[in-house]
């Protein structure tokens, strides 16, 4: 079992940036591929970052690729999303994710955060 708990949300404005973090426990947190996902008042989850177990790769959505980073820091069992550039479109409520990389990628990761709130404002 992997509990995972996130931090950094709030009120940006547009064109501003903010990290967000995830802190991991339970399991050996360097044994999971980790991910990030968010979703938008009346639409569905969709996918935004993820990250292989030992960070050696990563993936975007094209909607966030060249502003957003994602990166890990196995010592610390966090996983942070950098989030530069912020348009009010990115308005949501952000979760973290664990499991299997592939299984991120899928949108089917084994744990899941209970979410932060990211409001851009214009």
């Known amino acids: 079992q992997v509990q995972l708990v996130e931090s950094g949300g709030g009120l940006v404005q547009a064109g501003g940036s903010l990290r967000l973090s995830c802190a991991a426990s339970?399991?050996?947190?360097?044994?999971?591929?980790m991910g990030w996902f968010r979703q938008a008042p009346g639409k569905a989850r969709s996918f935004v970052a993820a990250?292989?177990?030992?960070?050696?790769?990563?993936y975007y959505a094209d909607s966030v690729k060249g502003r957003f980073t994602i990166s890990r820091d196995n010592a610390k069992n966090t996983v942070y999303l950098q989030m530069n550039s912020l348009k009010p479109e990115d308005t949501a409520v952000y979760y973290c994710?664990?499991?299997?990389?592939?299984?991120?990628?899928?949108?089917?990761?084994?744990?899941w955060g209970q979410g932060t709130q990211v409001t851009v404002s214009s």
């Open positions: 339970g399991r050996t947190f360097g044994s999971y591929g």
């Open positions: 994710a664990a499991g299997h990389t592939i299984a991120v990628l899928a949108q089917t990761p084994a744990y």
């Open positions: 990250i292989t177990w030992d960070g050696g790769s990563t």
